[in-house]
C-alpha cells in the first residue's frame, strides 16, 4: 500500500512550520540558519516525493539545486554571521540595532 | 488493521532490546564506581578539556570552501544519469560535455581565485607562535 | 530528459549574449584579481566593468530594436523575448551608472575587482531572472541575484551599520527564498511541472488541488515580493540601504527592484494566466492589488515621517514598488493587460534612472563628509551648484510632476489601470503621488532655499561621481523626448507576454 500523498504534503508543511517556528523565536543567528535550512528541506521532501509520483525527474533534479544553493547560502550567511561577531561581539540577531527599525 | 501495526511492532522491539540489555546488565553486573570510568574517553588520551572551545578562524575559512565546492559537485549527478543514454541516442560528445566542462572551469576560476587571495594558506596565529616558543 | 539533452546547445543563443557579456566581465575580473591580487589597478577593473555592462546594454538594446523574436532556449528554462531584452536594459544601463559611481567610492577600499565581480554577478542574475520560462530557473537566478546583494551590503566589513545592514538584509532575504522554495514545491505538487507553458497546461486538470496550488501561489508571490520590496517583505528595505555603501543602495533599490518585477511579470502571467487562475479560485490579482495598495500608502507615508535622507529614499522606493505592481493588480481577463504591464515597465525603467540618479548623489554628499539628515543638506546648492541641480530634477521627478520622466511613465500608468477598469488603483495611486511631493520638495528646499548651518568645506571633486550623477540626470531628462518609444516598446513587448 502506498502511503497517500497528503502524508507527504503533511510532513513537509510540519517541518516547514518547525523552521519558522525557530526562525521567529531564536535569537542566535546560527540557529537562524538553520531553521532555514530545515525550511528548504522542507520543500525538498515535496520534490522528491511529487518527482515519483508524477513521473518525472523535474523535481529530483531541482531538489539537487536547492540544496546547492542552500549550501552558498549557508556560506554567505556564515561570512556576514563572522563580520558581525567581530563588530558587535555576539551572533544575538536582536544586538545589531545602530540604526532605529 | 494494516502494515502500520509492524512498523509500530518494529518500533516497540527496537527501543525494547537495548533498554532491556541495559537493564539486564544493570541487575547482573557488581557497582564498582572509579574515576577513570566516569572520565570522557578520548582515545585512550588523557582529557585536556572541554570541547567547547571557539577555534581558529581558519578552520571555518577552509570549512566554507569545502562545502560550496562539495556540494556543487552534486550538480553533477544528473549530467551522468543522462551522460551514457544520450551517447547512445547519437548526441555528439562536444554537445555532452562542454556544458559541464564550462561549469567545472567556473568552479575552477573560482578556487583558484580563493587559492591566491590565501583563502586556504595557514596563517600561524600570533598566540600559537607564542606558545611553540615557550614550550 | 534525453530530449532536454538533445535540444540543449553549447553556446548561446544571441539573445543571451547580454546576460553571457556580463558573466564573462565578472570571470574576467576575477581572473585579474587572480593575477594580481594585491595591486589591482581601480581604473582598470572600473573601466573593464563599465565596458562589460555598456557592451551588453548595447547588445541588448540593438536586439531589441532589431525587433527580436521570442525565442526558448535550453528545453524551454529560458525565454528569450522582449521583456527580458527591455529589463536587460535597465540593468545593464544601472550596472553602468553604479559601476561609474564606485570609481571614487573605492579608492580607499580593498577588494575593488570582488566589488564590481560581485555587481556584475548580480546584474547577470538580474537579467536571467528577466528571461526566466521555468520555475527552477526562477529560484536560481533570483539567488545569483541575492547572495552577491548579501556581500555587497556589508561590502564594509568594519562598519556597524554596513554589517547590521548586511545582516538584517539576509536573514529576510533566506526566509523569503525558503517561502519561495516552498511555494515552487507545493506548485509541483499540484501541477508536476517546473517550466511555466507546462504549468498553465496542467492547471486544467488541477482543480481538485486548488487549495495547494493557491497556497503556493501565495508563497511565490511573498517570495517575490521580498525582491521587490513590497510590503510583507519590506522591512529590510530601510535598514539595508541606509547602512549599504550608497552605490549599493541605489544598485538594489533600483534594478534589483526592476528584477523582481520582471520575475513576477513573468511567473505571474506565464504560468498561472488570469484567465484560468481566477476562476480556481487562485485569484492572486487580489493579492496583489492589497499589496499595491498596502505598499504604495505605506511606503508614501513612512517617507514622508523621515528625517534621514537614504532612509527617505528607501521608504520613496517601497512607495514606487507599489506605482509598478498598479501592472500586475489592474489585469483581468481580457482587459488591455499589455497596456497597464508594459506602462509598469516603462516606469520602472524610468525610475531605474531617476532613483539611482538619487541615491549617488547621497553617495557624493557622504563622500563630502555631508551628515545624512535633511538639515545637513541645507545649502548644498550655494557649494555644489551643478549636482543640486541634477539632484533637484531627480526629486522632481521621482515625485511625478511635469515636465519631468517620472510624470510622463505615471500617467501613463494611471491612465492605462483606468483604462482597464480599476479606476480607484489610479486613484489611490495620485493621492500617494500628491502626498510624495511634500517630502520630495523638503529635499529641494533645504538644497536651494536653506541657509547652511555649517559653511561647508568640499575637498575635491569626485569625477566618477560626478559624471554617473549627470550622466543619470541627462538620463531622465533625455527620456522627455524619447518616452514615447519607451511606452511603446515595453507595452508592445508586455503584450506579447499573454
Known sequence: MAVPPSYYLLLSAALFCIGVAGVLTRRNALLFLMSIELMLNAANVNFVYFSQFWGNVTGQTFSLFVIALAAAEVAIGIGIILVLYRNFDGVDVTEATTMRW | MNQWIAVGALGVVAVGIPLGMMAASSMLRPTVPEQGKSAIYESGEVPTGTARVQFNIQYYMVALLFVIFDVETVLIFPWTVIYRPALEEGVPLVTLLAPMLVFIGILVVGLVWAWRNGAVEWVASPRALKEKTES | MIDLALQTVPGVADGLLPAAVLALTALLLFGIDTINPKEDSLALLCGISVGGSLLALALAGSLLAAGY?????????????????????????????????????????????????????????????????????????????????????????????????????????????????????????????????????????????????????????????????????????????????????????????????????????????????????????????????????????????????????????????????????????????????????????????????????????????????????????????????????????????????????????????????????????????ALSLFYYSRVVKALWFEEATVPLEIGRRPVGLYVSVLAAALGTLILLPLFGPVVETAQTVAAALF
Not at chain 3, 511573498?222 to 525582491?227: H, L, R, T
Not at chain 3, 510622463?408 to 489610479?426: C, I
Request: hydrophobic content about 55%; glycine content about 10%.
Open chain 3, 69 to 433: 523574436e521570442a525565442t526558448p532556449v535550453y528545453g524551454d528554462a529560458l525565454m528569450i523575448d522582449g521583456t527580458s531584452l527591455f529589463f536587460t536594459l535597465v540593468f545593464a544601463s544601472v550596472t553602468a551608472l553604479v559601476s561609474v559611481a564606485s570609481y571614487d567610492y573605492l579608492r580607499d577600499q580593498d577588494y575593488c575587482a570582488e566589488f564590481y565581480a560581485l555587481v556584475l554577478f548580480a546584474a547577470t542574475g538580474m537579467s536571467l531572472m528577466a528571461a526566466a520560462n521555468s520555475l527552477a530557473t526562477a529560484f536560481v537566478a533570483l539567488e545569483l541575484t541575492s547572495l552577491p546583494s548579501y556581500a555587497l551590503v556589508a561590502f564594509l566589513k568594519t562598519d556597524e551599520g554596513s554589517v547590521e545592514a548586511g545582516l538584517k538584509y539576509f536573514l529576510v532575504g533566506a526566509l523569503a527564498s525558503a517561502v519561495l522554495v516552498f511555494g515552487i514545491s507545493l506548485v509541483y505538487a499540484a501541477t508536476g511541472a517546473m517550466t511555466f507553458s507546462a504549468i498553465a497546461e496542467a492547471m486544467v486538470g488541477a482543480g481538485d488541488v486548488a487549495g495547494v496550488l493557491g497556497l503556493g501561489v501565495v508563497m511565490i508571490a511573498g517570495g517575490v515580493a521580498f525582491k521587490m520590496a513590497a510590503v510583507p517583505f519590506h522591512f529590510w528595505a530601510p535598514e539595508a540601504y541606509e547602512g549599504a555603501p550608497a552605490p549599493v543602495s541605489g544598485f538594489l533599490s533600483s534594478a534589483s527592484k526592476a528584477a523582481g518585477f520582471a520575475l513576477a511579470f513573468r511567473i505571474f502571467v506565464g504560468a498561472f494566466p488570469v484567465e484560468m487562475a481566477v476562476p480556481m479560485g487562485v485569484d492572486w490579482v487580489l493579492v496583489f492589488q492589497i499589496l499595491a495598495v498596502g505598499t504604495m500608502t505605506l511606503g508614501n507615508f513612512a517617507a514622508a515621517t523621515q528625517e534621514n535622507i537614504k532612509r527617505m529614499l528607501a521608504y520613496s522606493s517601497v512607495g514606487h514598488a507599489g506605482y509598478a505592481l498598479i501592472g500586475l493588480a489592474a489585469l483581468s481577463a481580457g482587459g488591455p493587460n499589455g497596456n497597464v504591464l508594459g506602462a509598469s515597465m516603462a516606469h520602472l525603467f524610468v525610475y531605474g534612472f531617476m532613483n539611482t540618479g538619487a541615491f549617488l548623489f547621497v553617495a557624493m554628499a557622504e563622500h563630502w563628509g555631508v551628515g545624512r539628515t535633511l538639515e545637513d543638506y541645507n545649502g548644498l546648492a550655494a557649494t555644489a551648484p551643478v549636482a543640486s541641480v541634477a539632484m533637484t530634477v531627480f526629486m522632481f521627478s521621482l515625485a511625478g510632476l511635469p515636465p519631468f520622466g517620472g510624470f510622463f511613465s505615471k500617467y501613463v500608468l494611471f491612465y492605462a489601470a483606468v483604462e482597464s477598469g480599476f479606476w480607484w488603483l489610479a486613484a489611490v495611486g495620485a493621492v500617494n503621488s
